[in-house]
């Protein structure tokens, strides 16, 4: 019995270890599925795309959303924000940016140019920029943020340089921001880097702060040089107009008044023509008619008239003497 009893025992001893060794055998690979699982899945936003490397070759690009991928990094997925629009700073660094190229620690260096015509300028700018190729971005230039800051340095500088410097500090701004960008998109293209750059913007632009009063003199002399210039055209446009109207309106008038006079003129003779034309045909006739026509419109003008005989005696008692009224003239 108690032989039985002995075996029974031995065996439950023996299913024991057995039972152990199998619970630590399935404790990591239970791990390791779950570990596996859970890294067999990842997420894109929606302003990026992942760039999937399969052992380290290129695999596909996946959209946003979720998907699949083989653990274990079997599959490596990197993140490329391809809608996003980044920009690189020159001659100035913004504190807390998240793009470790996005500043410069030599920035005065990069904002120290010489222009066409040998003036020390400092010019700050900045490139906005996106990825248009993930795969190019990635995997055809080493390091594509420093390689853009470099050729965006020297395309500044060429063009910086081919230019005066009252080009670069006032008016010639905008044609360095158009030049400079077509240079550096031109670059890209040729070094397919997967970069697409978008705009340039020049920022602030002065010469060496050494120099800085001098010249901000000179641009105060040049501005009130300009407004006075302004001022007197102004002047020159209000009073040349005004002049010119008054002159224009004088020869209206003197040629108005001489068409006038040319008529008037014409017409005495014509009027002395007909009258002429009458007088030879009958002199006396035409003596009596103008005397008379002449008496009837001078007559009305002269007022009251008494007409006596010269031999009439003591006539002006027989008159009602009154005040006559005043004659018009």
Same mark, same amino acid.
């Given at each position: ?55 380290? /070759? ?30 690189? #700073?020159?001659?100035? +660094? ?16 990069? /904002? @120290? ?29 080493? #390091? ?18 081919? /230019? ?45 702060? +050494? ?25 020159? @446009? ?8 008054? +002159? ?40 009596? /008619? ?32 009154? +005040? ?6």
């Amino acid at each position: 019995m108690q032989r039985i009893i002995d075996v029974f025992t031995n065996d439950s001893a023996a299913s024991s270890r057995t039972f152990s060794v199998k619970k630590l055998f399935y404790v990591p690979l239970f791990f390791l599925l779950l570990v596996g699982g859970f890294s067999s899945f990842y997420t894109v936003n929606t302003e990026s795309v992942a760039v999937v490397q399969r052992f380290g /070759r290129f695999q596909k690009i996946t959209p946003p959303g979720l998907h699949f991928k083989l653990p274990f990094s079997v599959d490596r997925v990197t993140i490329v924000p391809t809608l996003r629009q980044l920009k690189l #700073e020159f001659g100035f +660094a913004t504190r807390g940016a998240t793009n470790e190229y996005q500043g410069s620690q030599q920035s005065e260096m990069e /904002r @120290n140019m010489v222009t066409g015509d040998l003036n020390a300028s400092e010019v700050e700018w900045v490139v906005q920029y996106g990825i248009s190729d993930p795969a190019q971005y990635l995997f055809h230039v080493h #390091e594509p943020e420093a390689t853009l800051r470099d050729i965006s340095e020297s395309s500044m500088n060429e063009v910086v340089g081919d /230019r005066t410097i009252d080009e670069v500090l006032t008016y010639g701004r905008s044609e360095i921001e158009i030049d400079c960008l077509k240079k550096l998109q031109t670059t890209m293209e040729q070094f397919n880097m997967g970069i697409r750059v978008e705009q340039i913007q020049l920022k602030n632009v002065h010469p060496p702060r +050494a120099v800085q009063n001098s010249f901000d003199e000179v641009n105060r002399a040049q501005q009130e040089r300009e407004e006075r210039i302004n001022i007197a055209n102004g002047e020159r @446009n209000k009073v040349i107009p005004k002049a010119s109207g008054l +002159a224009q309106q004088m020869i209206s008038a003197a040629e108005g008044y001489a068409l006038q006079r040319t008529n008037e003129a014409q017409g005495d003779v014509a009027r002395f023509n007909q009258l002429l034309v009458q007088y030879e045909k009958a002199p006396l006739v035409t003596k009596q /008619r103008l005397y008379l026509e002449t008496m009837n419109t001078v007559l009305p003008k002269m007022g009251s008239k008494v007409i006596i005989d010269e031999d009439a005696k003591q006539f002006l008692p027989l008159m009602n003497l009154q +005040a006559s009224p005043t004659p018009k003239r």
